[in-house]
């Protein structure tokens, strides 16, 4: 089992509707959960943090996480095609020293 | 501000021959990671530096050997390349570990022909 799975996508929604992106890990002592985004060509920029159990909302991106089921989402509100992008999965490990990605989702927002 | 500097952008490389990537930081942080991205797999950590004068393997380090020269730089070394070290690679820094924001630089793609 790798330590952080995603779907790769492509994961296709019309503008203005809400994107599901999901995230399982491994390790059940993980503690930190990160959503990067990355544009096509371009580096990965972290748009979200989350630590607890739980909702975290920052504008249109909503986190969510479930240390018992061991997954983390991120939902994007009001999909603009500007949302299109490659969403990829981070989860320290090793001591929190790594810092381990997942194979990233690719979201499409067609107008 | 510049961040993270990777040199160069783009590199041609014949099987066999070696070659360094660089990486610079001037946010002071203390850890460093190299990465290497393929089409379909993500982001693989290659090799990991928490701290200035400590490396650590990552999840793909064959073929592959890095120097944290100082705190602000961390190159990788391609000893004798091969066409499966063909791939975009990116450096990151972060304040400490991996459980605070990692800054990317903007990437190296390397072809081995």
């Known amino acids: 089992q790798k330590e952080v799975e995603q779907n790769s996508g492509p994961l296709s929604v019309p503008e203005g509707a809400i994107a599901s992106l999901n995230c399982t890990y491994s390790d059940r002592v993980s503690q930190s959960f990160f959503w990067y985004r990355q544009y096509s060509g371009k580096s990965p920029e972290l748009i979200m943090s989350i630590y607890s159990n739980g909702d975290k909302e920052d504008g249109r991106f909503t986190a969510q996480l479930n240390k018992a089921s061991q997954y983390v989402s991120l939902l994007i509100r009001d999909s603009q095609p500007s949302d299109s992008a490659t969403y990829l999965c981070a989860v320290p490990r090793g001591g929190y020293n790594k810092l381990i990605f997942g194979a990233g989702t690719r979201l499409a927002v067609h107008p | 501000n510049a961040g993270v500097t990777q040199t160069p952008k783009f590199q041609v490389l014949k099987t066999g021959q070696s070659m360094t990537l660089q990486c610079a930081q001037d946010m002071n942080h203390n850890s460093m990671y190299w990465y290497r991205q393929d089409p379909g797999m993500g982001l693989r950590l290659i090799y990991y530096?928490?701290?200035?004068?400590?490396?650590d393997k990552g999840e793909v380090p064959n073929g592959y050997n890095v120097s944290r020269l100082n705190k602000r730089e961390f190159s990788l070394r391609l000893e004798s390349a091969a066409p499966s070290q063909t791939s975009v690679y990116f450096c990151a820094s972060s304040w400490t570990g991996g459980e605070t924001e990692a800054f990317f630089g903007q990437g190296t793609r390397l072809t081995v022909v």
């Open positions: 530096s928490a701290s200035e004068g400590t490396t």
